[in-house]
């Protein structure tokens, strides 16, 4: 290959190198320039993120993979692609409130959020085993980084801390995975290696599938590596929990299920076992944490706990439908965690104040439109129709029911009823009790535009799936 | 006696476990940070020597990518730990508990 048809191939990636030049924009600027610099830097960041949407979608697909087989345009990369980029814009519009009423706001946060989608990006598309990982650590170092970015916080160092060491011990173990896969092959193209790897020794290919499995389902937050995640999401502030509750997980779901379509291909019996056993505990352990929690943030942390338990579904019931499934679960996973989470930035004052219960009382009073989007979110997270999370739920257990895993589809609806007793007391909060306290009503338009919007999303694919449906059929990895 | 891969092999697998240990174990941030490095050390002499085994470079290559995040963690990890002790006057990771459990 030579070098005039790497700069033909360099169309592909025009989202992603778009989105590198804004960030490297926007560090200049805020390198450069004194502390005011910070709204030139949101903008820059903001402009970066939705010109790479606009470029995402002009950008064309392929499906044989390029730079000497190491990257893969294709439509499965594309659907996650709009999944980041929309996370981030949305991160970003819920930073407005958020540093408007905390200070002390940091424009390192905007350009990092940028690179980390940017890492995300190269993650879904990578098809080789050395561009998958250092685009993977380029996302894991930075949430490390975002986790601990509010400085003025001692919680904010200490999500920071906890999820440094947890997340490199498991990056390490899932490279250790890595070496014996290229030791066993000799290959680090995913393709190559699903050829090569079935003639090596079982046990062999075995073990380092389960090494290299720790550090996907750290990422994922399944339950034997679940523990960093409530701490995490308490101490981190809440706009950047926004972005780890949904693009680095939704990242992490898309490369293992093209590990699980080409490099671990051969061995669906046994990985087919360890998802079904991770999710049932997962779910079990995500849904009865959260009914004992007080802190709200703490109680989304065990929900997404819960909700990855039931992607995982679809992952051991593995098949077309379910592929289509867990795409389309992913995405309106975007829209109901991120409501849910501008919800707490709605009626959070300080950190630490306005994340229990009980500060959301009497807010269906103050803000009843907000509290009616709330509730169609709250139904969707339940799955309840006539939301989204309803049709989300019901293609995944259909999947189950379809591959014969009838006590899976049976666990998860089970889970569902378990998990309305929590979002019932949120809904119940608001709607039921009524509270004394007054909101500052600055700068809440953007929240509230956020959660008007996912909310619209979540009622639109709840009542009229097929269209999404139709487009992620389309495009989903055969 | 001749040296084989699974000389190389062993080694690497006692480093990882001494690293591993030293994670669980030592509870100051800067030692854990240097078993983690230790870890990441141990799977690089994997990949070089099964890169040797295969007769070809692309393991060797990938240990420079492999050293190139590592110091990009030690970077991060002594930032956060700086940041910690501005708080803590302290890098015990055990005295990092303000978090509920």
């Known amino acids: ?478 | 006696m001749e040296l084989t891969i699974n000389h190389y092999l062993v080694l690497s697998a006692i480093l990882f476990s001494i690293g591993t240990a030293g994670v669980l174990i030592r509870r100051t941030g800067i030692v854990i940070l240097m078993s983690i490095e230790l870890m990441l050390n141990a799977v690089n002499i994997t990949l070089v020597a099964f890169s040797r085994y295969q007769q070809q470079v692309t393991g060797e290559i990938l240990v420079f990518f492999v050293m190139a995040v590592a110091a990009a963690e030690a970077a991060v990890g002594l930032a956060i730990l700086v940041v910690v002790y501005h708080h803590k006057k302290s890098v015990d990771v055990d005295e990092i508990n303000s978090l509920r459990r």
Request: charged share 10%.
């Open chain 1, 1 to 478: 290959m030579n070098f005039s048809s790497y700069y033909a191939q360099l169309k592909y990636l025009a989202p992603e190198l778009s989105l590198v030049v804004f960030s490297i924009v926007a560090l200049c600027v805020h390198m450069f320039s004194k502390k005011e610099a910070n709204k030139i830097v949101k903008f820059a960041a903001i402009t970066g993120l939705i010109a790479s949407l606009i470029i995402l979608f002009d950008t064309p697909l392929s499906n044989n993979p390029l730079y000497s087989g190491s990257i893969i345009i294709d439509g499965f990369s594309f659907f996650f692609k709009i999944i980041f980029l929309l996370s981030g814009i949305m991160t970003i519009m819920l930073c407005y409130r958020f540093y408007n009423f905390e200070g002390s706001e940091i424009g390192e946060i905007y350009y990092l959020i940028l690179f980390a989608i940017v890492g995300m990006m190269f993650t879904v598309s990578s098809v080789d085993l050395i561009t998958f990982y250092v685009s993977f650590e380029t996302f894991a170092i930075i949430s490390y980084l975002l986790a601990g970015a509010f400085k003025k916080d001692l919680r904010s160092a200490e999500a920071g801390v906890k999820y440094f060491i947890l997340g490199i011990l498991s990056s390490a173990i899932m490279l250790l995975g890595m070496a014996f896969v290229y030791g066993l092959t000799g290959e680090t193209n995913f393709y190559k290696i699903s050829s090569a790897l079935p003639q090596a020794d079982l046990t062999l290919a075995l073990v380092s599938m389960a090494f290299f499995f720790v550090g996907l389902f750290f990422k994922i937050a399944l339950v034997p590596f679940h523990m960093w995640t409530p701490d995490v999401y308490e101490g981190t502030p809440t706009p950047i929990v926004v972005l780890f509750s949904t693009a680095p997980k939704a990242a992490t779901f898309a490369v293992l299920a093209r590990l699980i379509m080409t490099v671990f291909s051969g061995y669906q019996f046994q990985w087919s076992i360890i998802f079904t056993f991770i999710a049932v505990v997962t779910m079990f352990w995500g849904n009865l944490a959260a009914l004992i929690q007080n802190n709200v943030k703490r109680m989304m942390a065990f929900s997404s706990i819960a909700h990855a338990g039931y992607i995982m579904i679809g992952f051991a019931a593995w098949g077309t439908l379910s592929i289509t499934a867990i795409m389309f679960y992913l995405i309106v996973y975007l829209f109901m965690n991120t409501a849910a989470f501008a919800l707490i930035i709605l009626v959070q004052k300080k950190m630490g104040f306005g994340e229990n219960v009980d500060d959301l009382k009497g807010l269906a009073r103050r803000y009843p439109m907000v509290a009616g989007c709330i509730i169609v979110v709250l139904l969707s997270l339940t799955g309840m129709p006539p939301t989204a999370g309803f049709i989300g739920k019901y293609y995944i257990f259909t999947a189950a029911v379809e591959k014969g895993f009838y006590l899976l589809a049976v666990a998860g609806a089970l889970n569902s009823v378990i998990s309305l007793f929590y979002y019932f007391r949120i809904g119940k909060a608001m709607f039921m009790e009524t509270g004394t306290e007054e909101l500052s009503d600055k700068n809440i338009s953007f929240v509230k535009s956020v959660i008007v919007a996912c909310s619209i999303f979540i009622l639109y694919a709840g009542i009229f799936p097929s269209k999404l449906t139709e487009f992620i059929s389309s495009i989903a990895i055969k």
